[in-house]
């Protein structure tokens, strides 16, 4: 077995990745068969089909025009074939949001047709549009990052597997350029039109959430699907095809050349069988009753049980004898670790995972204290409201530190930092199944809005409004997951960076013995410009929520003043405008926040090594602690509304109602656009650091 595994263990994670496409291929054609409902259903979905294609359409354009300059420059600072593998990231991390988001446009009208049926078929329908997502964020990065290595490994354009791998860096570079353009972009838009269309229809013409008389409504849903559908897809494909480069990197650091190979496949096997166990559970996730969370976590559950199962034979066999024989004695920690060791580390990243659910969950659902006390804020005003939102998001970061921070002393004290990057590759072998979780979230609430703009019948409502807060909370508890493992996958990446700077300096002549010093002013000034860093892009983002979200409120007024008819539902509001409008809006002000982690890396590269090290650092620790506060602080915000909305301190119209709303609002583009959009931000920090190791000044 382990000669298998090393001779074909490219050809078998493209086989296992192969499966998620095939999954994925299956199921839409099985969803598209199913009855998307009444004449007037189809419409809405259409016009939502019509808004979220123009929007990536225009996004991907901007994107490319960014891109070529990138391309050339890779070619200058490392070789074609890096330049090449950027090509590669880019087009499948695109090709995974564009397609994602457009089984998911498609499933919203089919699962409020189900919820005719009751709860069991529309989430069965949901999950399964969400999962197709899923399937495709791990299938097209594994198939990206094997594919290309083994390309490039079996026609002798590069003469080692290290050479490969650092190839692939360029890969992880492309999918990240997607990532921070999807999540900011996604972010400002979904956010502009949620906030323009809150604040004009519900609080100035106290009209219903999901009105159809609201001409930012469309725009709205469209903005849950490429915010929370392909934003998260782009995030969690760079994070998985990154995280798995960088332990295929430090793999061949850490061992001696003769066992590359084994050092490579390890990671892609660990990937591929976590696929199988992906699809696995996605087929088990169905209910017979109305408990839909049990439903959705069991299928996640059964997936980490059986990953975890299948890393042990897997870990035995490839790694028991470089661990044994292969140990690089200049970067030796692994002097002592055994396979078992290994899987162990493997544990801890899965459990890292379940904690971060629980953490998240307490800190944003309904259930627990954190939202209620923020509930019961909001009776006495809109100030005390915002503050204990605050206090709460802040709160929420301390648990999650102490998790992470237990796990990369764990993990660290088995194997080292190896060690801790297949603590990584372990929680990311969930991806699949905590994408689908994520991308639920938008069906759901997609669909409950086409029933009230259809004007279903009551009990439609009754079933797709507990579906879409089940979503609310799977969207919160994922961005926790997507948080932790951005912050463990740059430590990773960190590590590299590091080791590959000393291989540098090697060939350079050049010694390293001081590097990172914290006593060296340059490393205080790089900690400094990388907290700044994570401010001014969170500064930039939310600023630009509120300036689309400006116009997006001009522009209702408008239509709510000039033709009559909307308000008395004689005339049809004009969505395309306000799609159109918050589309141009979002693509022209995530440009200057995306420059910001390719720029400031390059510049203080350019300047002193140290400070790069430095800058990298602070914007890890940073930005982990600014993206946790906002995520878990916006989804409290939200949820105290929803809560007060169910009834409690007085209800809907209630003075806790409007502080609520509020609340909501500042909370948005918190949990939406800033917060989420931290993560790429920080891989690509640290991948531009990598890439220009050649040019840096030591």
């Known amino acids: ?25 299956i199921v839409t054609q099985r969803l598209l068969a199913k009855p998307a409902g009444n004449e007037r259903m189809q419409e809405i979905s259409g016009a939502i089909q019509e808004g979220a294609s123009a929007y990536l359409r225009r996004q991907y354009l901007i994107i490319t025009v960014v891109a070529i300059p990138l391309v050339v420059l890779l070619m200058f600072l490392q070789n074609w074939q890096t330049a090449v593998g950027f090509i590669i990231g880019g087009v499948l991390s695109g090709a995974t949001g564009f397609i994602g988001m457009n089984v998911s446009v498609r499933a919203n009208t089919r699962v409020a047709e189900a919820a005719r049926g009751g709860v069991p078929p529309a989430l069965d329908v949901a999950f399964k549009g969400g999962s197709v997502t899923g399937m495709l964020v791990v299938g097209l990065a594994l198939i990206g990052v094997a594919g290309y290595f083994g390309i490039l490994t079996a026609t002798g354009a590069v003469d080692t597997d ?33 906030v323009g269309a809150d604040l004009v229809g519900k609080v100035e013409a106290g009209i219903p959430e999901d009105d159809p008389r609201n001409p930012a409504v469309i725009a709205d849903n469209v903005g849950d699907n490429v915010g929370d559908c392909a934003g998260m897809a782009a995030d969690l494909f760079e994070t998985y095809a990154v995280t798995t480069v960088a332990v295929m990197l430090l793999g061949v650091l850490y061992f001696a050349d003769s066992f590359s190979t084994e050092l490579a496949m390890y990671p892609l096997v660990l990937g591929g069988v976590a696929i199988v166990a992906s699809i696995i559970g996605a087929l088990l996730v169905k209910t017979k009753t109305d408990h839909v969370e049990g439903a959705l976590y069991r299928g996640l559950i059964i997936s980490g049980v059986l990953s975890i199962a299948a890393f042990y034979p897997i870990t035995e066999w490839l790694m028991a004898e470089p661990l044994a024989n292969g140990v690089n004695e200049v970067t030796g920690a692994l002097t002592n670790a055994t ?26 659902s309904t259930r627990f204290k954190p939202v209620k006390e923020i509930a019961e804020a909001s009776q006495t005003g809109h100030a005390t409201n915002i503050i204990q939102g605050l206090a709460q998001g802040f709160q929420a970061t301390a648990a999650p530190a102490l998790v992470l921070a237990l796990a990369i002393f764990g993990a660290n004290e088995l194997a080292g930092i190896y060690g801790i990057g297949i603590a990584v590759m372990a929680q990311l072998s969930l991806t ?45 508890v994922t961005k926790g997951y997507a948080i932790g493992s951005a912050a463990l996958a740059a430590l990773v990446l960190f590590a590299a960076f590091k080791y590959e700077l000393e291989e540098e300096a090697v060939a350079q002549g050049v010694n390293l013995e001081n590097l990172f010093n914290l006593a060296t002013p340059e490393v205080l000034i790089g900690l400094i410009i990388g907290g700044m860093m994570v401010y001014l892009f969170s500064a930039l983002a939310i600023e630009s929520v509120g300036r689309a979200a400006g ?6 007024r408008r239509q709510f003043k000039e033709p009559p008819g909307i308000m008395e539902g004689t005339e049809k509001p004009d969505y395309r405008q306000s799609v159109a409008l918050v589309t141009a809006a979002a693509q022209k002000e995530m440009i200057l926040p995306a420059l910001i982690p390719i ?100």
């Open 432 to 476: 699949g199944l905590i994408v689908a979780l994520d991308a639920f979230g938008p069906i759901t609430d997609n669909a409950g809005g086409i029933a009230e703009m259809a004007e279903l019948p009551e009990s439609v409502r009754n079933v797709t409004d507990p579906l879409d807060a089940v979503g609310n909370t799977t969207k919160a």
């Open 1 to 25: 077995m382990t000669e298998f595994l090393t001779d074909y263990g490219v050809l078998f994670a493209l086989i296992c990745a192969g499966f998620a496409v095939v999954y994925g291929i």
């Open 551 to 556: 116009q997006v409120v001009e522009e209702v």
């Open 339 to 364: 396979p078992t060791d290994l899987w162990l580390c493997a544990v801890i990243g899965i459990a890292v995972t379940a904690l971060l659910f629980v953490i998240t969950d307490y800190y944003t």
């Open 162 to 194: 290290k050479e490969a791998i650092d190839a692939l860096i360029g890969l992880g570079f492309g999918g990240s350029l997607i990532s921070v353009f999807a999540r900011l972009g996604g972010g400002i838009f979904t956010k502009a039109a949620d």
């Open 599 to 698: 720029v400031i890396p390059v510049v203080i590269g350019l300047w002193s090594v140290d400070a790069l090290g430095g800058l990298l650092i602070g914007v890890i620790v940073v930005g982990l602690f600014m993206a946790v506060a906002m995520t878990a602080g916006g989804g409290a915000w939200d949820n105290a509304k929803k809560l007060i909305e169910d009834g409690e301190y007085g209800g809907k119209g209630s003075e806790a109602h409007a502080a609520s709303v509020t609340g909501d609002t500042v909370g948005d583009p918190y949990k939406d656009t800033a917060g989420p959009a931290i993560n790429p931000m920080i891989k690509v920090a640290n991948i531009v650091a990598i890439l220009i190791i050649p040019i840096v000044n030591f």
